[in-house]
């Protein structure tokens, strides 16, 4: 017995009714491309009038009166670019102003670090390509800094006193009951005389300080909340401290060789290459460790691998004095015979050498533009140096003690430790050197001065001495303004490990350290122009040259040796035409020019050499 299917099995679906495509419910902020959604308002889909009447089609000129609600501008044509034409938005309304925000042309040449003035020579269309591409890049990024400016609220103060009053002789005491609660807490002091003197050193964001007793204290701490980290007893001398890429790792200068610990107190490493150490310094974007020893050795220490990268012997004898210059990371070291030398560790010999004292140098430091030096001699000189390729003093002031320790501030500010004394010198910015005539703070310590370091970010100075330590308040010495990309002070713990990868990806090679760090990405034009001449003498002729005119074969009988020669006459021709043109062009010039000249100016005795120079076909500027 056959039994009926049921509907909906087995019953192949009919071919004269095709199949209605499901539609996909639209939300309220998609676009419709049907008309009617075109005219319609935006929003949600209205629900259909109960009486069933169907609405009559809006005309276009009710259409374009609706717009015009929104906009009140001209329609803009389709061939206008993306960021001009009008963005939708959920209300429907339109951007009145579309595009970017225009920056304004001053701050933007502030943060240009191409100069477009000098042009590369016979450049290749390939090279010329990827020159533009830079140059663009570079005018986006300082066209952005421009704007990002706008965002920097915080602007940086200094103490001003009243009529006629002289801020040296300002006390601390004063400073703290005139400011906030929370600048106040900043100052402190801590007696730890049992264990002192005192070497010192901040983090990079700011936030925290290690401290190293030459008995053998270690200790590191979260000085704004004043929350210890770790504190512990090596049992050794100290001779320097340093935090290393972040505030987890730690180098300590022991009396025999260097360790590495971690923001617990626990010990990593024992380097045992680097032995009698005196002094640390750490280059960031390098993760190189720099130290210097009394056998006299400078070694480069890469602590993202764990090698030494060199070791150079400097052949000075004893060194106790270092500084590294933060725009280039050259290592400065101080002599004994009044010299400093400027070290990288691609080179054996040192890059310069500056005379700066009569006597041994005691102190060096350099500013964070890299332009200044000071330097402190056992002459009881304070001298100032351009390090902008010249090496030649600025100013000079005698003290009546020498300066045993120097620093410089975010903001140019420069602090001396004499004895039990710090004497603070301001200038007029930040890319001015101090003046030395007058000192803006002076303040007296309970010991003498051990280590000197001001605390980025604020305006905060650490001084170690045979006391303990004692943080100061210095107003203007910070930049207000941070990076919270690359030393953010209230940065999380994955922040920091995020950093430390990118910071890692982005690591700086150690042979790329020179003086003028902008001559990497420059031209040599001599060692190209000698090496293809050299090219050309090996090879017999010039394979860049350009190649004489050949004319193509034509069909017909046109290809005759009569017109073959006839054309490359004409060509031939054509060349000497421009070049007799251009030839005329430059003597018109130069007429002009002897024409803007005075009436009454004397010829001088080396016109001549320039009038025999372009009479032998030579171009010389005026």
Not at 8 to 31: L, N, T
């Amino acid at each position: 017995m056959e039994t009926a299917p049921k509907p909906g099995r087995g019953v192949p679906p009919k071919r004269d009714k095709p199949q209605a495509k499901r539609k996909k419910p639209r939300r309220y902020w998609e676009e419709e491309t049907t008309p009617a959604a075109v005219a319609a308002s935006p929003g949600p889909p209205r629900k259909k009038a109960r009486t069933g009447e169907s609405r009559p089609p809006r005309s276009k000129s009710a259409h374009i009166a609706q717009k015009s609600r929104f906009s009140k501008k001209p329609p803009i044509s389709k061939t206008a670019p993306d960021w001009k034409k009008p963005q939708r938005t959920l209300s429907g309304a339109q951007d009145p102003f579309p595009g970017p925000v225009p920056a304004p042309l001053e701050e933007a040449r502030k943060f240009c670090r191409i100069d477009k003035s000098k042009t590369l020579p016979h450049s290749k269309p390939k090279t010329q390509s990827k020159l533009e591409k830079a140059e663009a890049q570079e005018e986006e990024a300082s066209v952005r800094a421009a704007r990002a400016e706008l965002l920097l609220a915080e602007e940086p103060g200094f103490l001003v006193g009243e009529d006629g009053e002289d801020t040296a002789k300002i006390l601390q005491t004063d400073i703290v009951e005139a400011v906030d609660i929370a600048s106040a807490a900043k100052h402190f002091d801590l007696n730890l005389r049992q264990f002192g003197p005192y070497r010192l050193n901040y983090s990079r964001t700011g936030r925290h300080l290690a401290l190293g007793g030459r008995r053998g204290h270690v200790a590191a701490l979260d000085w704004v909340t004043k929350k210890l980290m770790c504190e512990i007893n090596v049992m050794e001398a100290v001779r320097d401290i340093h935090f290393l890429h972040s505030e987890a790792l730690l180098a300590v200068a022991q009396n025999r060789w260097l360790y590495i610990y971690d923001n617990q107190g626990i010990e990593l490493h024992c380097i045992r290459r680097c032995d009698r150490v005196t002094r640390l310094e750490f280059l960031p974007f390098h993760f190189l460790l720099a130290t210097t020893s009394e056998t006299g050795f400078l070694t480069y220490l890469d602590v993202s691998v764990g090698k030494i990268v060199t070791a150079l012997n400097v052949r000075a004898g004893r060194l106790s004095v270092m500084a590294q210059n933060p725009y280039n990371a050259v290592i400065h070291l101080g002599h004994s015979n009044g010299t400093v030398s400027l070290w990288s560790p691609a080179v054996k010999e040192p890059l310069a050498k500056i005379l700066c004292h009569r006597g041994g140098v005691r102190a060096v430091a350099v500013d964070s533009t890299g332009t200044y030096m000071a330097t402190s001699g056992l002459d009881h000189q304070l001298k100032i140096f351009d390090l902008r390729g010249t090496f030649q003093p600025l100013s000079s002031r005698t003290l009546p003690q020498g300066a045993g320790h120097l620093a410089f501030s975010q903001r140019g500010l420069l602090v001396a430790g004499m004895g039990d004394v710090v004497n603070i010198w301001a200038g007029q910015g930040k890319a001015s050197p101090p003046s030395l005539e007058q000192p803006y703070l002076t303040h007296r310590l309970s010991g003498h001065v051990h280590g000197l370091q001001f605390c980025p970010f604020e305006d905060v100075l650490g001084v170690g001495h045979s006391g303990g330590f004692t943080s100061m308040l210095v107003p203007g010495a910070a930049e207000p303004n941070f990076d919270g990309l690359e030393n953010n002070p209230y940065r999380s713990r994955k922040q920091r490990q995020e950093w430390e990868v990118k910071a890692l990806l982005e690591k700086v090679p150690a042979e790329l350290i020179c003086l003028n760090p902008r001559a990497l990405a420059e031209v040599d034009v001599v060692t190209l122009e000698q090496k293809k001449k050299e090219r050309i003498e090996r090879l017999g002729y010039d394979p860049d040259a350009k190649a004489a005119f050949q004319p193509k074969a034509k069909q017909k009988g046109r290809s005759s040796t009569a017109s073959l020669v006839k054309r490359k006459k004409k060509v031939m021709d054509q060349e000497h035409r421009d070049k007799v043109r251009q030839s005329l062009e430059q003597q018109q010039q130069k007429k002009k020019q002897d024409m803007a000249k005075p009436p009454g100016a004397r010829p001088s005795a080396l016109d001549r050499f320039v009038r025999r120079a372009r009479e032998g076909g030579l171009q010389v500027d005026p």
